[in-house]
């Protein structure tokens, strides 16, 4: 009885032991196997079991995109400027085994890396460059990383700049000269407006200029057309009547008589002095003479 329940024992155990060494490798994850203190092989995803006491797992290695946002490091310019820039840093990890015996401390050793690189980088190129050419130095920085990066089993990504912090008179002389450079475009604006309403208004003159003139033009030639066809008219009634008067064959009394009625309508009782051609000076006798007959035709009227 008494051997029988320490072999119970004994299999509690040992199933303890075998479950205890049976291990599930998750999905984007790997665990370095070191056998009698030295490397065995890298387990993927899936089920392993490990020999109890010989086999350890030493490290378990996320194979997933990793970011690093490290914290701001002194830079010195070309023209000897000192700011203050961070990096972000996407990197994977490529080869467990690497990555685990390459570096001791590797997020550590990937930090000072990329310190050291950015100021190498940065010593190169004057505080407007640096400012400029982010595109530039994220792409060297990525390059120079992922290559020294390659014996430690990590692949770098990609690189960025996070920000640039100039010191603080530098950012106070930029912002004046973004200030300046603003109100110099805003002057330039406000000119070509001005200059474009100007010229507007000038087109606007001399086309309302332009238009009296040819309404003007348009009147003058009205007035002067109808003046003609009343000049016209009147001589047309002055030919009609002497085209009718030739017809009826006045006599020279009736002649005279009209004759003095143009002098009288000369005159319109404003002359002082009119002369009388020498050939109707008999007129008066004749006027009397009619005036006679008339009288006596009509009695009634004395």
Same mark, same amino acid.
């Given at each position: 009885?008494?051997?029988?329940?320490? &072999?119970?024992?004994?299999?509690?155990?040992?199933?303890?032991?075998?479950?205890?060494?049976?291990? @599930?490798?998750?999905?984007?994850?790997?665990?370095?196997?070191?056998?009698?203190?030295?490397?065995?092989?890298?387990?993927?995803?899936?089920?392993?079991? #490990?020999?109890?006491?010989?086999?350890?797992?030493?490290?378990?290695? %996320?194979?997933?995109?990793?970011?690093?946002?490290?914290?701001?490091?002194?830079?010195?310019? #070309?023209?000897?400027?000192?700011?203050?820039?961070?990096?972000?840093?996407?990197?994977?990890?490529? =080869?467990?085994?690497?990555? !685990?015996?390459?570096?001791?401390?590797?997020?550590?050793?990937?930090?000072?890396?990329?310190?050291?690189?950015?100021?190498? @980088?940065?010593? =190169?190129? +004057?505080?407007?460059?640096?400012?400029?050419?982010?595109?530039?130095?994220?792409?060297?920085?990525?390059?120079?990383?992922?290559?020294?990066?390659?014996?430690?089993? &990590? /692949?770098? %990504?990609?690189?960025?700049?996070?920000?640039?912090?100039?010191? /603080?008179?530098?950012? =106070?002389?930029?912002?004046?000269?973004?200030?300046?450079?603003?109100?110099?475009?805003?002057?330039?604006?406000?000119? $070509?407006?001005?200059?474009?309403?100007?010229?507007?208004?000038?087109?606007?003159? /001399?086309?309302?200029?332009?238009?009296?003139?040819?309404?003007? /033009?348009? !009147?003058?030639?009205? $007035?002067?057309?109808?003046?003609?066809?009343?000049?016209?008219?009147?001589?047309?009634?002055?030919? +009609?009547?002497?085209?009718?008067?030739?017809? !009826? %064959?006045?006599?020279?009394?009736?002649?005279?008589?009209?004759?003095?009625?143009?002098?009288?309508?000369?005159?319109?009782?404003?002359?002082?002095?009119?002369?009388?051609?020498?050939?109707?000076?008999?007129?008066?006798?004749?006027?009397?003479?009619?005036?006679?007959?008339?009288?006596? =035709?009509?009695? #009634?009227?004395?």
């Amino acid at each position: 009885m008494g051997m029988a329940v320490v &072999i119970i024992i004994l299999l509690i155990i040992l199933l303890i032991i075998l479950v205890s060494n049976i291990k @599930i490798v998750p999905q984007a994850h790997s665990y370095i196997i070191e056998r009698l203190g030295a490397y065995h092989s890298s387990w993927g995803v899936g089920l392993h079991v #490990k020999i109890p006491f010989v086999d350890r797992v030493v490290k378990k290695v %996320n194979l997933k995109e990793h970011v690093a946002d490290f914290p701001p490091q002194a830079v010195i310019t #070309k023209d000897n400027v000192t700011m203050q820039i961070d990096t972000v840093v996407y990197y994977q990890i490529t =080869d467990p085994k690497l990555f !685990a015996y390459g570096v001791e401390r590797p997020m550590m050793a990937m930090e000072n890396l990329t310190a050291t690189t950015l100021r190498n @980088i940065i010593g =190169d190129l +004057e505080l407007d460059e640096t400012l400029t050419s982010r595109d530039t130095v994220n792409t060297k920085m990525r390059a120079i990383l992922d290559e020294a990066t390659d014996p430690w089993g &990590i /692949k770098i %990504n990609r690189v960025e700049l996070k920000n640039i912090m100039p010191p /603080k008179e530098i950012q =106070d002389a930029m912002e004046r000269q973004m200030k300046a450079e603003r109100e110099r475009r805003e002057s330039i604006l406000r000119a $070509e407006g001005e200059k474009k309403s100007a010229i507007l208004r000038a087109e606007g003159e /001399k086309e309302s200029a332009i238009l009296r003139a040819e309404a003007k /033009k348009q !009147a003058a030639i009205r $007035e002067a057309e109808g003046q003609a066809e009343a000049i016209i008219a009147v001589r047309t009634a002055v030919a +009609e009547g002497i085209k009718k008067i030739n017809e !009826a %064959n006045p006599s020279e009394a009736f002649l005279t008589i009209k004759s003095l009625e143009s002098f009288e309508k000369a005159a319109d009782g404003k002359a002082t002095k009119l002369i009388i051609p020498s050939d109707i000076q008999g007129i008066a006798g004749l006027a009397a003479s009619l005036t006679e007959i008339i009288k006596s =035709d009509n009695p #009634k009227q004395n």
